[in-house]
């Protein structure tokens, strides 16, 4: 909750010393909101105002308020929204706020139960508890900084082709949850759709939809200096042509000798590039998830998963292990996990940000060491 803001009539978010808000909430996809535990409070000087908001966080609609005296209220989504910010409370009677501000309840799922204070998500493995003792090394798998490369089913962030102007939050995709799960410190995503690692020529490509680029973009950023985790999440744009083969790729002797419009020579360049700067780095490449029109190629899988294993990257297998399964979903429609075919809407982001934790969660715990 953010202290001294209030949801004002226009849908901003405005200074106002005796109010607080919520952050933004992501709703994209719910039917509806469950608030609970609002505090009452009939002297205050107006109701409490909510507003939704689209992907990029503006205003969408109209404003909404909840009367002085409603504690728990259910409120439906409104069309087109993917965030929600409410005054938790607005314009408070007494000019102070009450100490516990923490028991509000906002899901969007419906549950009968009582306000319980948030937990992570992990308590303990083995002979690590982390409720009992929170210096534990098992806290080390927690506040992270992540570097992330990918393609559309990853991309989170609109920048610049130089890497300015980085903005979070204007795509929703798998990461997001990964984040949420897992607490990271910070995280840097330089995914974008279409991106490939094989280098396709200029023509009718941007910037970033070589991979090779979106390496060049994190390493000229300080913010990316001692990374813990780095993620590749991409291959489907790759497709089964102008593969190379692994030991032409491995005969080259310097990472300007690789030929980047060869597969197995973009993926070497990629994987050596990270290796060599984030040296100290848990590195893990994805394979693509299964799309509704045709079966990822074997020779793509293949060559991701055995230049990956050549550098030390960890495997989330993503097109077999995800639950996204190609019989599930109907090509150009909206379906069980893609909301086209090929690119997850919000059950499917769910699926696959649960086994990117998973494996990651998993292969962390030598850290505790």
């Known amino acids: 909750m953010i202290i001294g803001k209030e949801v004002y009539g226009d849908g901003q978010l405005k200074d106002q ?73 607005q314009r408070f009677s007494d000019n102070a706020l009450p100490a516990d501000c923490s028991r509000i309840m906002i899901t969007t799922e419906y549950t009968d139960e009582e306000f319980i204070p948030t937990e992570k998500i ?111 999440s991409l291959g489907t744009n790759d497709g089964a042509g102008n593969l190379g083969d692994y030991t032409t790729a491995m005969s080259k002797a310097t990472l300007q000798d690789l030929d980047q419009t060869k597969l197995y020579e973009a993926l070497r360049y990629a994987y050596w590039s990270i290796r060599d700067k984030y040296k100290n780095a848990i590195c893990f490449s994805a394979l693509p998830i299964q799309r509704a029109n045709n079966e990822q190629p074997d020779v793509l899988i293949e060559a991701i998963e055995k230049m990956a294993k050549r550098y030390n990257f960890i495997i989330i297998d993503a097109t077999h292990e995800s639950g996204i399964i190609k019989e599930n979903n109907t090509w150009e429609q909206d379906d069980t996990d893609l909301y086209d075919g090929l690119h997850p809407n919000t059950n499917g982001q769910i699926k696959m940000a649960k086994l990117y934790t998973n494996v990651i969660v998993r292969n962390l715990l030598y850290k505790l060491l």
């Open 122 to 232: 992990i308590t303990s493995i083995k002979d690590y508890n982390i409720k009992s003792n929170k210096n534990t090394k098992l806290s080390n798998i927690y506040g992270l900084k992540v570097l992330i490369f990918g393609d559309s089913i990853t991309e989170t962030a609109r920048m610049d082709d130089d890497g300015a102007n980085y903005t979070e939050g204007t795509r929703h995709n798998w990461p997001e949850y990964v984040n949420q799960y897992m607490q990271w410190k910070s995280f840097n995503n330089y995914a974008k759709s279409g991106a490939a690692y094989k280098y396709r020529g200029s023509s009718g490509y941007e910037y970033r939809q070589t991979v090779a680029n979106q390496i060049y973009l994190a390493m000229q950023n300080s913010d990316n200096d001692d990374v813990d985790i780095v993620i590749f």
């Open 17 to 89: 010393a005796n109010s607080a808000i919520s952050n933004f909430i992501y709703v994209y996809g719910a039917k509806n909101i469950y608030i609970k535990n609002l505090p009452i409070d009939t002297n205050a000087e107006t109701a409490k105002y909510y507003f939704f908001y689209d992907q990029d966080k503006q205003p969408i609609g109209t404003y909404h308020t909840l009367l002085k005296t409603v504690s728990n209220a259910t409120i439906s989504v409104e069309s087109g929204a993917y965030y929600f910010c409410i005054s938790t409370y």
